[in-house]
């Protein structure tokens, strides 16, 4: 949601549709407008209304003004009357009360004023009338300023306008006092002489000194006190003034007081209600105008919004369901950007569509052969064997692997090899097509078949696949006999969970390849038998190589030549604690596969050389290098080791090698042996004979000894084969100067036959079985004495 | 040289309320020892109506006197007088006719005319030789006071005090006596 939005108070707002949020936001931005100009139009009513009342009461005020003035002169020309009256003045003069008591009588109903008083200049007053009055009147005339005849004087009866006239005789012999009370029937006949009903009031001073209104209407406060003194301080304008009936427009115009300073207030008011009520109409008028107006907007902007957003509407309905995975096509409408906006989600959406697509199927297919992937195998497994264990039905699992695949790769590149395994795959499911083939990875093939009332249906299909694969496949030009072994494990008997049933199949594959490959085999429960007994065995060796359960023997090698013993063959023992002597036909495989055996190795080689060093010069010692511990890259680094530590001359170290080292590459294994020879140290080809026995190694590397494998020493006194067999050996070896010596000599007849064709020198229980490390010494010592 | 006889000069100076100087106004001293023989003031004793006014203003006699009130007008006039020292009533009398009346009894007679409010004078009848009006200075000097006690009396018609009158203790210095009266008006 843009954040971007007119009012900061909409921030807060989350809408939920698009439309909504249009016409609120329109729908507001026009109330605001008239507002403003509801408010403009109440200033100015506020202000036409204020400025009438205003004028009125200013009106009223100067009205009132000449009105007091008048009656003033009036009063006083009444008044005149009876002071210029000489009777009068006479009756005064003699200080006649009955007189002038009953000419002021006469004087009342004449001028028609309530109360009219006579004050001698003693201060005697002379008139009825209440007693609070007189007692006011009598100071007036000697309290009243030069030149004034009126004043206005406030008593407890209430507040009293007086209107003096002197009686001159022809200097003042006395004052006669008109008093008009300020009372409601006098206000009231003020306020009829307003065009508008204007309220007049009195005000006076309470205790206090804050003024209050007579009549008990007005209370005092400190705002009208503020309003009063504002008014007495000669700005008689007419302002706002808040009182009991309302807020009201009020003029105060100061009463004046004997001594000239205002003793009382006359208050003209107006309310505010009254003046406004003229403009309610117009008020109504513009208020309805407005709500009808933002109806209108409110309306049209809904409208508009809708156009708007009915198609982004559909955009975010589309893209929802995009998001939930299903595609929608949406309808361009327009040319607009919203139309446009449209064609392109269309778009997008169908590259999306059709990325996910590819994507799923990267992630679970194999880019070579375009099978299924493990995961999927692994998904697929795992789905299916739950729902065929619950139909009682079986699964079967064939997992298979290319015989000699890194050879290939190796020898002709990994294009071929890809093609071949392409080519693979397709023979895969071409055989298996009503099953599901995957690639695991590497060379590594699985097939899931599932139960189809054919028990024999995995028997032939692996038959099948087998058959296929023995015929040679011509890839680019090549033609590849290749072979496969296949495992296979059948659930729910070969185990019921994918885990259970993958390892059971592959351990029958292992056992195919153990079987000379290019076979299939059944998973059976002594595969696993034996398989966990290796895995025993792995953490025996582990133990053992930390424990030092390992020790060396020593099988002395006859020197036929010199009539002596010229070397040792160190020979690996593993005393077990609880196995006892574990042969290493039994253990090496196991140290092969896992690799310990560059570990042992090592032992084996430094145990060796240290303990040759104690024995005499001539006598070599011969130690076995299986071809992974050949292999490995550190191996000159440990042999060096070895002899450094010991002391061992180099010379003194023969190494016992196997052809099998030579199957990863001739090249690099006679560099490394040159590199040895170096070193000084000698270099025998164990078992010759057995295996390939390629003459072409002995072309490539100079060994200093061939040894002759025990299988035909065995039979060289009575087999003639095997005595060529043997001559030829020992012929070829001296003829490219390399030593021989002849194995598993057990007799005399073997000896002589041996000794007969030159083979240099013999190993072999005619001689010694292999002895303990600490009897070598002896032995050479009874062994010189035996041969002298 | 008794003290008595010792002739003293008494200067005052009257102003009205506004400093000004005040004309018009009577200062009369009562001294204990009365000099023999009646009091005379500068004759005549007379009170014209004279265009409509009274001539003078303020006429000084002493008591006993009898004043003649002559009309100089061509119209008529009703002199009348309310005062307690001398109440009349000279009913209307016409031009060159006088009517005298006898002042008996000290104090100051507000004269008027009935028929003209605007009219008014004063007879002031006093009963000592030391009486004088201020002059347009406001000022007034009265010769050959008896040195000692005095009553000074100041009057005018706009001193708000009963009678329209002042009046002070004095002790006259042989060598004169000088006072200035500032009126307090209203």
New interface residues.
Partial sequence: MSRAVTFPALRRWRFRHLRTRLAVQYGMLFAVCLLAVALVGQLVIWGQARDAVRAELRTSGSVYDRIWAMRARALGDSASVLT?D?GF??A???GDRPTIESALGSLRARADVPQAFFVD?TGRVFGAGPADVRRAVASVP?TL??GRTDAVITTKTGVFRLIVAPV????D?GWVIFALPLDLREMAALQHLSSIPLTATILARNAQGSWRGVSGAITPEPALDAFVATAIGGRGEPGLLSLPGGDALALAKPLSGPAGKPVAILLLSYPWAAAMAGYRTMQIGVALAGILGLLLVLLGSRRLANGIARPIAALDAAARALEEGNRTELLVESDDEVGRLAASFNLMSAGIVEREHRITHLAFHDTLTGLPNRTYFCQQLESDLPRSLKRGERTTLLCLDLDGFKGINDSLGHPIGDALLRCMGDTLSRLANDAVVARLGGDEFAIILDDRGDSDRPRALAQAILDEMRTPITVAGHQIATGVSIGIAISPNDGADSDALLKNADLALYRAKQDGRGVFRFFEPALDAAARKRRMLELDLREAIQGGQFRLNFQPIFDLKRDRIGGFEALLRWEHPTRGNVPPIEFISVAEETGLIIAIGDWVMQEACRQATAWPDHVRIAVNVSPLQFRNSGFPNVIFQALSHSGLAPNRLEIEITESVFLDGETTVVTLLHKLRAMGIRIALDDFGTGYSSLSYLRSFPFDKIKIDKSFVNAVAEDKSAAAIVRAIVDLATALHMETTAEGVEDRDQLSELRGQGCSSIQGYLFSRPIEGELVEAMIGSAMSAAA | MPAEAIAATVSVDVRGSDGKPLAGAVIALDTPRKPAGPIKFDPPYEMAQQNIAFVPHVLIVPVGATVTFPNRDKVRHHV?S??KPR?FDLKLYGKDETRSVVFDKPGVV?????IH?A??GYVVVVETPYAVQTDANGHATITGVPAGGATIRVWH?SI?A?D?MLVQSATIAPTGFATTYTIR??
Avoid: E, H, W
């Fill in positions: 210029r000489f003045r006479s005064v003069a003699s200049p000697t300023a030069q001159l005789a022809p200097d012999i | 009348y309310f005062s109440k507000a004269l008027g005319c009935n409010d009219m008014n018609p708000r009963p329209n008006g209203r």
